[in-house]
């Protein structure tokens, strides 16, 4: 969600900057309401200290002498005065007075409480050295646990110093400070929760017509070419609307126009090839009479024969895969499934090819497994595919070994075909799949090749949901690899052979020296997967995927 939502981004982002902003202000907010309620506080105190300080002094003018009997009596009728004059009054300031010089005389305290945790020594300390001091403390003097000011003064008489405390009770400004605070937050809270309100709002204003636009797209990209968007406004957002219909107007007038080329282009190519059956028919008919007669021409006139012959073929096998390309164009390609042994398939492909094979002075060897090979697969189809393979590599093979390994796991089986000649260079293992593609146009054929085996091998691998895939390195060789899934209609996500040959740095005799094995198994057994599937990490590949694409190499024509 996080990933897929902008308006869920941009709320979260709006509401924890937010809280974090309002949070800080709060904050200063509560800390200076506390701090001027306790400021206020002292100032109170502070005054009634100064006030109840001089009252004291006067009062304790009367007596010369320390020890004089109605000192504490005076002790007790300053505090129960400076106190409000109820010794037993409860919750308003506390009073005491003390003589920490003179410990025959007793402290006094109104109201009457038990106040001996509130004045610390070091406060005592303080006042006693003839400095004002104050402090915070906690405590229970009758009422429960509250924040008490305590303000100490001392008092200059006639026979030395005695000390006024005021213990001023905080529950007033505590209670107002907490009040604040909760304000403040409540506040706050529903400020923030405006604020990501106001933002999912204003968001919703600005993502609504993006996802409106994104849902026409995934809608003409699977072919509903007149989708359109509804322009409301003059705004930004209405141009937008207005330029994406513009763009898919455009975009469908030329979709129609590519489609309408291509329709007639494959129907070009089908009346042509349909058409000149009929004269080939003719053209055929004469040739093999003049074939079968040639000895008895002139030289000249035999080689003619001959080549006529040969060019007749050739002319016949290129109307035949431009029949079975424009079917695959229009889509009318059908697979003839059936559970197939794969090994007599490509002994089959490997005897058809021996002529060839042996006239170029190639050895071709086979590492099949020594049990069948069974897969969901068109036979005709596969064969074509082998024969393709198999002839290039005899064909550029350099007069060096070929060797065609087969293997399968539990979910595919695969064939590569491994020649040493010339190799590919880089870049062109994205080429060789084009139709009518040659890596060295000035290079004669040897079996009389239409230029579009490879495309219609494509095609096959595609239609069974397989790869087809190429690996070559200049002076190396090169090695092509078909892949099919084991059951028909299975999704294929490894292959059980290896793309890229391990023998790819040793390059084998002349027809000498059979070549290095290309998978991970021992000649004769069932080659095990090795998880390489369409995924190997090494240069020089282009990958055909079951959807007719290549992977790092040019779509296939």
């Known amino acids: 969600m996080w990933r897929r939502s902008l308006q869920l981004r941009v709320v979260t982002i709006t509401l924890v900057a937010s809280g974090l902003l309002v949070g800080g202000f709060a904050y200063m907010v509560a800390s200076q ?47 129960g005065t400076l106190a409000g004059g109820d010794p037993d009054q409860r919750g308003g ?118 996802r409106v636009a994104a849902r026409t797209a995934q809608r003409l990209s699977a072919g509903l070419l007149d989708q359109r968007m509804v322009v409301d406004g003059e705004d930004d957002l209405a141009l937008l609307a207005a330029s994406f219909n513009q763009m898919a107007t455009n975009l469908q007038r030329q979709i129609t126009r590519l489609e309408e080329m291509s329709r007639l282009q494959r129907r070009f190519t089908s009346d042509v090839s349909h058409e000149l059956r009929t004269p080939l028919t003719t053209v055929r008919m004469a040739a093999d009479l003049m074939f079968a007669e040639r000895d008895g021409f002139d030289p000249a006139v035999a080689r003619s024969a001959e080549l006529l012959q040969t060019e007749l073929d050739r002319f016949e096998n290129l109307l035949t895969d431009l029949l079975e390309i424009s079917r695959f164009d229009a889509g009318f390609a059908v697979l003839d499934v059936e559970p197939t042994d794969l090994v007599p398939v490509v002994r089959r492909v490997v005897d058809r090819l021996d002529g060839l094979a042996e006239r170029l002075g190639v050895r071709v060897e086979l590492r099949l497994p020594d049990t069948p090979v069974i897969a969901e697969v068109d036979p005709r189809r596969v064969e074509r595919v082998l024969r393709n393979l198999l002839g290039n590599a005899v064909e550029h093979g350099e007069g060096r070994p070929v060797v065609v390994t087969l293997g399968m796991d539990d979910a595919a089986v695969a064939v590569t075909v491994r020649d040493h000649g010339v190799g590919l260079r880089p870049g062109e293992e994205k080429l060789v799949f084009n139709r009518f593609w040659r890596a060295d146009p000035s290079r004669a054929r040897q079996t009389g090749g239409t230029g579009l085996g490879l495309s219609i091998s494509v095609e096959d691998a595609r239609l069974h949901g397989g790869w087809l ?89």
């Not at 003018?61 to 009728?77: A, C, K, M, N």
């Not at 991970?520 to 369409?534: E, K, L, M």
């Open 33 to 79: 309401s506390t701090n001027i309620l306790l400021d206020r506080a002292r100032e109170d105190v502070q005054r009634r200290l100064e006030h109840g300080r001089d009252y004291a002094a006067e009062q304790m003018s009367v007596h010369p002498q320390y020890f004089d009997p109605q000192l504490r009596v005076t002790f007790e009728q300053i505090v």
């Open 469 to 557: 895939e190429a690996w070559g390195a200049p002076g190396q060789g090169a090695q092509f690899r078909l892949t099919l899934p084991a059951r028909a209609g299975d999704r294929l996500r490894s292959a059980p052979l290896r793309l890229v040959p391990t023998d790819r740095g040793a390059v084998p005799e002349q027809a000498t020296t059979p070549a290095d094995d290309t998978s991970d198994a021992a000649d004769g057994g069932r080659v095990a997967g090795d998880g390489s599937g369409a995924v190997d990490d090494e240069p020089g590949r282009g990958v055909v995927t079951p959807t007719g694409g290549v992977t790092g190499a040019g779509a296939p024509s």
């Open 93 to 210: 300031v506390v009073v005491v007075m003390t003589a920490s010089s003179y410990p025959l005389i007793s402290s006094a305290i109104s109201p009457a409480v038990d106040a001996s945790g509130m004045i610390t020594p070091e406060l005592a300390e303080q006042v006693g050295s003839g400095a004002q001091a104050q402090q915070i403390r906690t405590g229970d003097l009758g009422e429960g646990r509250a924040k008490y000011l305590v303000y100490g003064s001392p008092v200059p008489t006639k026979f030395g110093q005695v000390e006024l405390y005021y213990l001023a009770p905080l529950t007033t400004q505590d209670q107002a400070a907490n009040q604040i605070r909760t304000t403040v937050l409540i506040t706050g809270l529903a400020l923030v929760m405006l604020l990501g309100l106001l933002a999912a709002l204003v968001t919703r204003l600005v993502v609504t017509p993006v």
